[in-house]
């Protein structure tokens, strides 16, 4: 049966790992201005969050061989997360 | 004769109907589990939407206690978690193989990983008090200890659950497939928690 | 046909289960009438408030008070019934009878303090007006905090009927309910932050510590309710079909 591949895993973590160190470099104080509120850091945030863990519902939590309603249901909540977010920040 | 979990599929639905490079679609483990999995990502969900309202109320304040946290300390725990989940992911691929000996091995690994988890976050709290931050001092540190405290039992919770996938493991007869896989969501779920938490905690502003 | 009560009366089933099963819906609605309708003690009124405007509160629902946890001492004791038929359920299962007593144990003491320490103290808050605001202030504080930061008789409770159904082969009820009931334990953690904060999201009326715990609550009752619903009416197919 057609599961993910050793190497199909590492390439996930090896993603998202690179994924982690982007939101780090977002994340970081650049500079020594004050620190402020910034949209871009935010809503950056926000994307990697959903992307993520969606990656790690799709790969290794393996909804990409789920059936529909899961993969629907869990896109589903991915959404609402982030229509809340957004409203929340932006509101 | 009907079942009461949410459970109908048996457990080699890969022969049933299906051909050899497109198995039927099937959720790893006991479909209950996901049940669990989506109460609790709709409960952080919701915390996370009110702390995002909570920070844009009193930006200053929360912009301020957010940056006495240690960002590497974060990335570090992240990519402990993200290491733990590729290991219990290989774990789950090592059972199906029946290749039990490498699977313990694997689960060796999230448990420590969890474990080490553990430890960091302890300590980092520790260090947090010892600067004088509390979960009384301000309500940004109120959401800190309580999201990374919230978190932290899910961690033991799957420490357990791992605990009771070693348990079947080691012994032939009791040997699970289905098991090992609820045990991998449910820590795939205490991963993806943790990166919710890390973005947007430490993270967004 | 064959799940209704009249039927049920008529050809004499389990109906001592069904008569238990009613009396919960009975006490969850007069619950909710009292504690939400006459009382307004749900949602609960801010922490933060000072003695004067605690006194008013009082004064402004004395009746509802009095009368509302009047009904609650006389009737409160139909919650047992709702939890000797969980206790039952557990029995039903293959696991050990520890786990229905440990239940009942415990579910025989929460009562005390996480509905009736409530009850007294507001009542007695209400019942002389003229009280030290400051008295007022006290009973005010053990009333609510009793109510919300008292959880872990219900989190204890919630891991053993969840461990419970988790290990039951006889499929007594669903697994995914059984992971539920650990759900349900998590929130009874969250609850504990009113103890600390007077304020905001982890008040105990705040929108982290009551509301979305309150939301997770209420659908696991509506859940349980329905499940056992559901385990009696397979009873009595069982049973009939001898």
């Known amino acids: 049966m057609t599961r993910s591949a050793p190497v199909t895993l590492l390439l996930v973590w090896a993603a998202l790992a690179g994924i982690t160190l982007l939101a780090w470099w977002i994340g970081a104080h650049h500079g020594s201005g004050p620190l402020r509120p910034q949209a871009a850091v935010a809503l950056s945030a926000i994307a990697i969050t959903i992307v993520k863990v969606r990656i790690i519902m799709r790969e290794f939590m393996e909804v990409k061989h789920a059936p529909p309603l899961l993969k629907r249901i869990t896109d589903a909540w991915l959404a609402l997360f982030a229509v809340g977010m957004l409203a929340a920040y932006l509101i | ?26 959720i790893p483990g006991q479909p209950d589990m996901w049940v669990l999995v989506m109460i609790e990502a709709l409960t952080f969900s919701a915390y996370f939407v009110v702390y995002t309202v909570w920070y844009r109320f009193k930006p200053a304040m929360f912009l301020q206690s957010q940056a006495q946290l240690d960002l590497r300390l974060g990335v570090v725990n992240t990519l402990i978690m993200l290491t733990s989940s590729w290991s219990i992911a290989r774990c ?33 709290w520790r260090t947090m008090a010892g600067q004088g931050f509390g979960f009384e001092t301000n309500l940004f540190f109120s959401f800190y200890y309580f999201l990374t405290g919230m978190h932290l039992l899910h ?15 080691t012994n032939p007869a009791r040997r699970s497939r289905e098991l090992v896989e609820t045990g991998a969501t449910f820590w795939h779920m205490v991963d993806f928690l943790w990166v919710i938490i890390f973005t947007l905690l430490y993270v967004m502003r | 046909m064959k799940g209704t009560l009249a039927w049920r009366w008529r050809h004499d089933p389990k109906l001592e289960l069904w008569l238990a099963w009613v009396t919960i819906i009975v006490f969850y609605n007069i619950f909710g009438i009292v504690f939400f309708g006459m009382t307004r003690t749900q949602p609960p009124p801010p922490p933060w408030w000072d003695h004067a405007r605690i006194a008013q509160w009082f004064s402004d629902h004395h009746y509802g008070l009095l009368i509302g946890f009047g009904i609650i001492f006389v009737m409160g004791a139909f919650a047992a019934v709702a939890n000797a038929l969980i206790a ?48 007022l202030g006290l009973l005010y504080d053990m009333g609510f905090l009793s109510f919300s930061g008292t959880m872990g008789i219900f989190l204890i409770g919630s891991v053993i009927w969840g461990i419970a159904i988790l290990l039951d082969k006889n499929r007594v009820l669903p697994k995914w309910f059984g992971y539920f009931n650990v759900c349900n334990a998590w929130t009874e953690v969250v609850v504990a932050t009113c103890c600390i904060n007077k304020s905001g999201p982890f008040a105990w009326n705040g929108v982290i510590a009551f509301y979305i715990n309150m939301v997770v609550f209420a659908v696991y009752t509506g859940v349980f309710i329905t499940y056992l619903k559901k385990m009696i009416e397979r009873e009595d197919v069982l049973q009939l079909s001898f």
């Open chain 3, 88 to 135: 039952y359920s557990m029995r039903r299962m293959s696991v050990s009878p520890i786990f229905a007593y440990s239940y009942l144990i415990i579910y025989s003491l929460a009562a005390v303090p996480g509905m009736l320490l409530t009850c007294i103290a507001l009542v007695v808050g209400a019942m002389r007006p003229d009280r030290d605001p400051a008295l």
């Open chain 2, 92 to 124: 789950v691929g090592e059972t199906r193989a029946g290749r039990h000996r490498a699977a313990l091995t694997y689960l060796w690994i999230t448990a420590g990983a969890g474990v080490l988890f553990s430890v960091l976050k302890v300590n980092e």
């Open chain 2, 1 to 26: 004769m009907s079942s009461n979990s949410l459970s109908s599929a048996p457990d080699d639905s890969a022969v049933r109907g299906a051909s050899h490079t497109h198995p039927a679609p099937v």
């Open chain 2, 155 to 169: 961690v033991l919770v799957g420490l357990i659950m791992l605990g009771v996938v070693f348990h079947q493991l």
